[in-house]
């Protein structure tokens, strides 16, 4: 039998890694530039390892990527991917930290037509699962459906990231995230 991530949860210690980003990140609307391109660079990370691997893994990911702000990871060179691929603090794999500089830059351009990465999202919402996934693939890289749909659910633009009788799912709704938005989104 299959447990939802909720269910995990209630499994683990409060202190769990899984736990805290489960009550504290997981499904909250981000707006953030900075906290939407950690979130995608998060779930690219993950491809192929455990989420647990990238909780444990996300100080690091931020302390190494300057805080995520676009312009400053945008800009990043040679010398800077050399840098990450030496920081075991991250996932030291090129096309990963490749696509999170590629993104970054890609995400440049979508904040100076829309102001920013989360009202290019908001001008999309709501599309389907197949939309969104064919959206992101013709606009970054390393985005395949998983990755995509991961990114959709823990950002608040797809419906599905907890239970609706998990505590958190209340908190989450209360905060208007994009799925209640309306749109055939279903999980």
């Given amino acids: 039998m299959a447990y939802s991530y909720c269910e995990f949860v209630r499994t683990l210690p ?12 997981y499904g909250f609307p981000l707006r953030d530039d900075a906290a939407l391109l950690e979130r995608l660079s998060l779930e690219i ?30 800009a990043y060179g040679d010398d800077d991917v050399a840098r990450l691929l030496a920081d075991p603090g991250i996932v030291r794999n090129r096309l990963k930290v490749n696509a999170v500089i590629e993104n970054a830059r890609r995400l440049q351009g979508i904040c100076a037509s829309h102001g920013s990465f989360a009202t290019w999202l908001d001008a999309h919402h709501p599309l389907d699962r197949d939309g969104w ?8 890289v390393f985005t ?24 958190v799912y209340a ?8 799925w209640r ?4 989104n279903t999980p």
């Fill in 14 to 25: 409060a202190d769990h890694p899984h736990t805290v980003y489960h009550d504290t990140e």
């Fill in 144 to 167: 395949g459906g998983e990755i995509v749909n991961e990114f959709l659910l823990s950002t608040g633009y797809l419906p599905g990231a907890h239970d609706p009788d998990c505590p």
């Fill in 181 to 184: 938005r309306g749109g055939d």
């Fill in 45 to 74: 990370a993950q491809a192929g390892l455990s989420w647990l691997t990238i909780l444990k893994k996300q100080a690091g990911y931020r302390r190494a990527f300057d805080g995520f702000g676009l312009d400053t990871v945008a």
């Fill in 171 to 178: 908190a989450i709704v209360r905060l208007d995230p994009p």
């Fill in 133 to 140: 996934r064919r959206l992101f693939k013709k606009t970054f």
